[in-house]
């Protein structure tokens, strides 16, 4: 087996290799600057460089088979195969990816943050609280009497909510 038949798919691996680490430290310090600028936690930027991550190295697992000869019509097959397994999958806990895509919306979307004085205005149950954590798939907050309420990210964007010290 001689080498140098596969040399420019090596060197387009290493390349490729080269730019996920570049994308990822870039996207990195973007999210760290945007999550300085709007004063979220490092909890919040870590979880959100987290699922940044996960969809680069997807791009670069499908870029990898590219370069090394997968047809294309086969790497579509597979792919269909798996986002329909993961369809089936999420299917029944649709949540989940709703819950994961509400998380990113209010780490770059939400006008209100860990700390905030809020009152989420529900015509049945009304409830003031502080923000004491907003992580990945539910924001955690925290009545005057100490109470502790749970809600998922999903539902916590389809409130109403007031923030009272802005």
Same mark, same amino acid.
């Given at each position: 087996?001689?080498?140098?038949?596969?040399?420019?798919?090596?060197?387009?691996?290493?390349?490729?290799?080269?730019?996920?680490?570049?994308?990822?430290?870039?996207?990195?310090?973007?999210?760290?600057?945007?999550?300085?600028?709007?004063?979220?936690?490092?909890? @919040?930027?870590k979880q959100t460089k987290q *699922? /940044?991550?996960?969809?680069?190295? $997807?791009?670069? !697992? +499908?870029?990898?088979?590219?370069?090394?000869?997968?047809?294309t019509s086969n790497l579509l097959?597979?792919?269909?195969?798996?986002?329909?397994?993961?369809?089936?999958?999420?299917?029944?806990?649709?949540?989940?990816?709703?819950?994961?895509?509400?998380?990113?919306?209010?780490?770059?979307?939400?006008?209100? @943050?860990?700390?905030?004085?809020?009152? *989420? /205005?529900?015509?049945?149950?009304? $409830?003031?609280? !502080? +923000?004491?954590?907003?992580?990945?798939?539910?924001?955690?907050?925290?009545?005057?009497?100490?109470?502790?309420?749970?809600?998922?990210?999903?539902?916590?964007?389809?409130?109403?909510?007031?923030?009272?010290?802005?």
């Open positions: 087996m001689d080498i140098r038949q596969y040399l420019p798919q090596i060197i387009a691996t290493l390349v490729a290799v080269f730019l996920l680490w570049l994308s990822k430290f870039v996207t990195g310090k973007l999210v760290n600057k945007y999550g300085a600028l709007l004063q979220k936690s490092e909890l @919040r930027r *699922i /940044i991550a996960i969809i680069l190295n $997807i791009l670069f !697992v +499908i870029f990898i088979a590219v370069i090394w000869g997968v047809k097959v597979v792919m269909s195969s798996i986002l329909a397994l993961l369809g089936v999958a999420l299917f029944a806990q649709w949540s989940i990816l709703s819950n994961i895509t509400a998380g990113i919306i209010m780490f770059f979307g939400a006008p209100f @943050r860990i700390g905030d004085e809020i009152t *989420i /205005i529900d015509k049945d149950t009304p $409830i003031d609280a !502080v +923000i004491e954590n907003i992580h990945g798939f539910y924001t955690h907050i925290r009545t005057p009497d100490q109470r502790l309420i749970v809600i998922p990210n999903n539902l916590f964007l389809q409130k109403i909510v007031s923030i009272k010290n802005q």
